[in-house]
């Protein structure tokens, strides 16, 4: 046909946005009625033919021959009628082509923005739709642009993705080219625009990770039970095997653990420690607290706390750097977890209530709270460690610690 070719550009779309047969047919079909339907009030006696393979298109209107014309988009008189064909008689339906140009330069406007706008509504549905289907999978693209609070990301077809700086690890840094992994973390439409958010620090991304480097996992003989992480930091994976010939903690270390370094890297050095689950709690929480070795632990079900009571050699190892170990190990068993120092009988030391009127109430809590009951346990930690854990001013520690101190030196 003459002037725009609309089966071309829709053609061209569907190369592109690889839209299924159907749905051009269908939405051809509407663009038409609707346009037909503001010309003539109505489109239900329009024959709409497409040929999507040879690129063209027909449009006819069937009119009934009538002596008298009342309504002129049904009908038509046999006097025009016989104007072009001379055989048809009164009754007879009377099949005319419309042409493109019969649209007029507006009309023709508006199937073209209608087309395209039909065209990308069907493309964010299908977005959406296609990454809905995928959340919590591995997904890996081009980082194409970083900004100081988000990375956009494109997958092999060209659609944006989005990688929050709150879903990166703190020490992820990124330039434009770049290959990124991440896990596909939530879909949603917003405006009417399907927004696909990434994730580098969500518990599923770790178990997405172990997946693919460790087959034993993607064939089901060994289960990922619990994923616990502080991103960048440090991580706790519960793993537990069907088989009893495989040991899932060494199978998912590997040989010469080959198996979790390419993990560790693809997570900027994060500590992965790998325990065997198990339903027994108390040594649930003895394998999770390891290198250290646990005196014996008190389990309170009511308020879902755990009293563990180490040696004070132990301590400082059940907490781990800037506490992330005890954390972790609550997390991974569900309970609240402290940490309390065993006191040897020739052992010299005083609880930190002892100084209630030297320090204030609310600092003797605060020490508590991270497990340090006596003087000795504050003193045996680092002032920049105990500011961090407890939360308390450089200075506030520093005076305690000459406080505690002074006890011992007398």
Same mark, same amino acid.
């Given at each position: 046909m003459?002037?725009?070719?609309?089966i071309?550009?829709?053609?061209?779309?569907?190369?592109?946005?690889?839209? +299924?047969?159907?749905?051009?047919?269908?939405?051809?079909?509407?663009?038409?009625?609707?346009?037909?339907?503001?010309?003539?009030?109505?489109?239900?006696n329009?024959?709409?033919?497409?040929?999507?393979d @040879?690129?063209?298109?027909?449009?006819?209107?069937n009119?009934?021959?009538?002596?008298?014309?009342?309504?002129?988009?049904?009908?038509?008189?046999?006097e025009d009628?016989?104007?072009?064909?001379?055989?048809?008689?009164?009754?007879?339906?009377?099949a005319?082509?419309?042409?493109?140009? +019969?649209?007029?330069?507006?009309?023709?406007?508006?199937l073209?923005?209608?087309?395209?706008?039909?065209?990308?509504?069907?493309?964010?549905?299908?977005?959406?739709?296609?990454?809905?289907?995928?959340?919590? +999978?591995?997904?890996?693209?081009?980082?194409y642009?970083?900004?100081?609070?988000?990375?956009? *990301?494109?997958?092999?077809?060209?659609?944006?993705l989005?990688?929050?700086?709150?879903?990166?690890?703190?020490?992820?840094?990124?330039?434009?080219?770049?290959?990124?992994?991440? *896990?596909?973390?939530?879909?949603?439409?917003?405006?009417?625009?399907?927004?696909?958010?990434?994730?580098?620090t969500?518990?599923s991304f770790?178990?997405?990770?172990?997946?693919?480097?460790?087959?034993?996992?993607?064939?089901?003989?060994?289960?990922?039970?619990?994923?616990?992480?502080?991103?960048?930091?440090?991580?706790?994976?519960a793993?537990?095997?069907?088989?009893?010939?495989?040991?899932?903690?060494?199978? &998912?270390?590997?040989?010469?653990?080959?198996?979790?370094?390419?993990?560790?890297?693809?997570?900027?050095?994060?500590?992965i420690?790998?325990?065997?689950?198990?339903?027994?709690?108390?040594?649930?929480?003895?394998?999770?607290?390891?290198?250290? @070795?646990?005196?014996?632990?008190?389990?309170?079900?009511?308020?879902?706390?755990?009293?563990v009571?180490?040696?004070p050699?132990?301590?400082?190892?059940?907490?781990?750097?800037?506490?992330?170990?005890?954390k972790?190990a609550?997390?991974?068993?569900?309970?609240?977890i402290?940490?309390?120092?065993?006191? +040897?009988?020739?052992?010299?030391?005083?609880?930190?209530?002892?100084?209630?009127?030297?320090?204030?109430?609310?600092?003797i809590?605060?020490?508590?709270?991270?497990? &340090?009951?006596?003087?000795?346990?504050?003193?045996?930690?680092? *002032?920049?460690?105990?500011?961090?854990?407890?939360?308390?001013?450089?200075?506030?520690?520093?005076?305690?610690?000459?406080?505690?101190?002074?006890?011992?030196?007398?």
């Amino acid at each position: 046909m003459e002037g725009l070719n609309l089966i071309s550009t829709f053609a061209e779309f569907k190369e592109l946005k690889n839209i +299924d047969r159907p749905t051009m047919m269908s939405v051809l079909e509407d663009i038409f009625r609707t346009q037909l339907a503001r010309m003539y009030g109505s489109s239900d006696n329009f024959d709409i033919i497409i040929n999507i393979d @040879k690129g063209d298109f027909e449009i006819w209107r069937n009119r009934t021959v009538v002596e008298e014309v009342e309504d002129p988009n049904t009908q038509i008189s046999l006097e025009d009628v016989h104007k072009v064909d001379s055989s048809y008689e009164v009754g007879e339906e009377f099949a005319e082509e419309i042409k493109l140009a +019969d649209f007029g330069r507006r009309g023709i406007l508006n199937l073209r923005q209608n087309l395209s706008g039909r065209i990308m509504d069907i493309e964010k549905a299908n977005l959406y739709n296609k990454y809905r289907d995928k959340i919590g +999978d591995i997904f890996s693209g081009e980082v194409y642009q970083v900004w100081k609070k988000e990375v956009l *990301v494109m997958d092999e077809e060209g659609n944006e993705l989005i990688l929050p700086k709150t879903e990166q690890i703190p020490s992820d840094f990124f330039r434009k080219g770049d290959t990124i992994k991440a *896990v596909i973390s939530n879909v949603e439409m917003r405006n009417n625009n399907p927004i696909i958010t990434l994730s580098r620090t969500a518990p599923s991304f770790l178990e997405r990770l172990f997946e693919q480097e460790v087959p034993e996992i993607y064939d089901g003989l060994i289960t990922i039970k619990k994923v616990v992480r502080i991103p960048g930091d440090r991580a706790k994976v519960a793993v537990e095997s069907y088989d009893e010939r495989i040991d899932p903690v060494g199978a &998912c270390v590997g040989v010469k653990g080959s198996r979790i370094h390419g993990i560790v890297r693809e997570l900027r050095n994060e500590n992965i420690d790998i325990i065997n689950w198990t339903s027994n709690t108390q040594l649930l929480i003895q394998r999770a607290l390891s290198p250290a @070795k646990i005196s014996s632990i008190k389990i309170n079900e009511e308020e879902k706390s755990i009293g563990v009571y180490l040696k004070p050699s132990e301590v400082s190892l059940a907490i781990g750097k800037g506490g992330s170990n005890i954390k972790l190990a609550g997390q991974l068993a569900g309970y609240e977890i402290d940490v309390f120092r065993e006191i +040897d009988e020739d052992e010299e030391d005083v609880m930190l209530a002892e100084f209630s009127d030297e320090i204030d109430q609310w600092i003797i809590d605060a020490l508590k709270g991270i497990g &340090c009951d006596t003087a000795k346990s504050v003193l045996a930690l680092p *002032v920049a460690e105990l500011v961090k854990r407890a939360d308390l001013e450089e200075e506030t520690v520093i005076e305690v610690q000459k406080i505690l101190r002074a006890e011992f030196e007398e």
